[in-house]
């Protein structure tokens, strides 16, 4: 009798758990409806490191867009780098996931970065280069986490 009492204590005490961090989920799905972030990155790819400020917008849960600005060291020297990633028909994939498909990726006229250059951080960021999937993750205050399927890429501050 004595191991049935401490089974179902077990259990109620593990159901009241799940229940007091059900409370503590964020329960707001469209958080992130008109969402905008800034945040830099040093990334070590090949034989390039990568020194950018990303700024990402989401508008409404269809479009979006990512700007990277900044510089790359390759084997050539330093060269500039400017491309603004934009994307369309965004959908909630999961809790803190977007999907988006990517319509055109502009280059400015002042990047220097050849798309050779530049195709080893696209595909740390998206995996291919019709669709990007980001997760956005409130850490505090105007603090978030972005991440992509393969990594975190940067911290950034909401504004």
């Known amino acids: 009798m004595n191991r049935k009492k401490y089974a179902i204590l077990f259990l109620s005490a593990l159901f009241l758990?799940?229940?007091?961090?059900?409370?503590?989920?964020?329960?707001?799905?469209?958080?992130?409806?008109?969402?905008?972030?800034n945040g830099p990155t040093r990334y070590f790819l090949e034989n390039e490191e990568i020194m950018v400020n990303q700024d990402l917008r989401v508008s409404g849960h269809d479009t979006a867009y990512l700007t990277l600005e900044g510089y790359a060291s390759t084997s050539e020297g330093r060269k500039k780098l400017h491309r603004i990633i934009y994307m369309n028909n965004g959908k909630k994939a999961y809790k803190h996931s977007?999907?988006?498909?990517?319509?055109?990726?502009?280059?400015?006229?002042n990047d220097?970065?050849?798309?050779?250059?530049?195709e080893p951080l696209l595909m740390e960021l998206t995996g291919d280069s019709s669709l990007i999937s980001f997760d956005i993750n409130h850490l505090s205050e105007n603090l978030y986490?972005?991440?992509?399927p393969l990594s975190y890429i940067f911290t950034c501050n909401g504004y």
Do not use: A, M, P
């Open 17 to 37: 758990v799940g229940v007091v961090f059900s409370f503590f989920e964020t329960k707001s799905d469209d958080k992130y409806e008109d969402f905008r972030c």
């Open 98 to 109: 977007w999907l988006f498909n990517i319509t055109n990726i502009h280059k400015s006229v």
């Open 112 to 118: 220097t970065l050849s798309d050779r250059e530049f």
């Open 145 to 148: 986490l972005i991440g992509t």
